[in-house]
């Protein structure tokens, strides 16, 4: 059971060309273009039971099409663990308008979907921003694709009395197009990690990328407490390209910049990740959400042109499944693999 009550942050300002409301601002920016911030709350609730999730999703009534350069999620750390903000094309069912309960179902999205980011209680309050590069945006607005505004947030407290806010989201948008439009592909893996892996074992994904060209230009890596290290790369002819690399062992999933800047990735390219797992226990670990489970979770960034929205207008994901699969697997990466490869170290 939850209580909730709606507040805005507001803000006496009218904006022109923008429906005038009093919680949108806007400035001009370095290059004399006209920038708005619109900032929006998740309704204040009660909460009667720790560990839960809770689902909010919004129409964007006040935008019709706008170009979103950066967000930011700020949290109350006292009763959130993380937050996670994406926009829909329509809603499904179990969704709504007001605040839900939605640990047991949180697919929410129908249609066009896209997830921006997740910001959790161990990360540093400025990692909550996310800044798309100078030729990357986000479609957004009641006569776009993504109309919807979806807030989701994993409670650690109690919450009996009102504390306003519990997550706050800043939207920074422009009227003006950029020359790609945003979204994410995903690299997951599941099965589980043989017992006994004291000296390491590793996790591998590899899949073709059959869709348009896009620009890859960030990477978030993702494990949990039995994972250390986590890499990934673009395979393309023979030739690996490191993307991201990060010792994840007591680490959070933050933003990672591809090395050098963006890069191109094309039709028969192949999308490669590992992660390292020291497994001293004498039972497998499953891959799963939980956090006694583990992960090898691998979020790529991306700008793709807008004439392929309709290609691009869902989050995508390729996983494989473990022990099973290894880069000897897939044609591309099989190259590294050796007659007695056996993913161990």
Known sequence: MITFAMWLFVLPVAVSGVREIPYITAHYGENGQKVYKMKLSYPSIKIYEPDQYFCYTRYLEELDEVYVLSTLI??????????????????????????????ENRKYCKGGAVSVLIFDDYYKPEDGLMTFPKDVSLKVGFSTIMRHITFEMHTKAVVTDFHY??????????????????QTHLLLTEGFIPANKEKGYFAETACSWSKPDVVAF?????????????????VRNGTWTLMASQLT??????????????I?????????????????????????????????????????EFRHE???????????????????????TSGICGDNNKKDM
Request: hydrophobic content about 35%; aromatic content about 12%.
């Open 218 to 234: 960030a990477v978030q890596l993702h494990t949990h407490h039995y994972g250390y290290l986590a890499e990934m790369y673009r």
């Open 165 to 182: 806010p519990l997550v706050n989201v800043t939207l920074t948008f422009t009227r003006t197009p950029t020359k790609y439009n945003y």
């Open 264 to 304: 191109d990735v094309q039709q028969g390219d192949v999308l490669a990740a590992k992660c390292l797992y020291i497994n001293k226990d004498n039972k497998p670990i499953l891959f799963g959400e939980s956090d006694g489970q583990e992960m090898c979770n691998v979020d790529i960034h991306f700008g793709y």
């Open 310 to 332: 309709d290609i691009f207008k869902r989050s995508t994901a390729c996983m494989t499944k473990q022990p099973e699969f290894s880069f000897c697997d897939h044609e591309a």
């Open 74 to 103: 700020e949290i109350n750390h006292e009763y959130v663990h993380h937050a996670a903000l994406s926009f829909c094309e329509e809603l499904e069912d179990n969704a709504s308008h007001r605040p839900w309960e939605c640990t």
């Open 249 to 262: 062992q007591v680490k959070t999933k933050v933003l990672l910049p591809v090395p050098g800047g963006a």
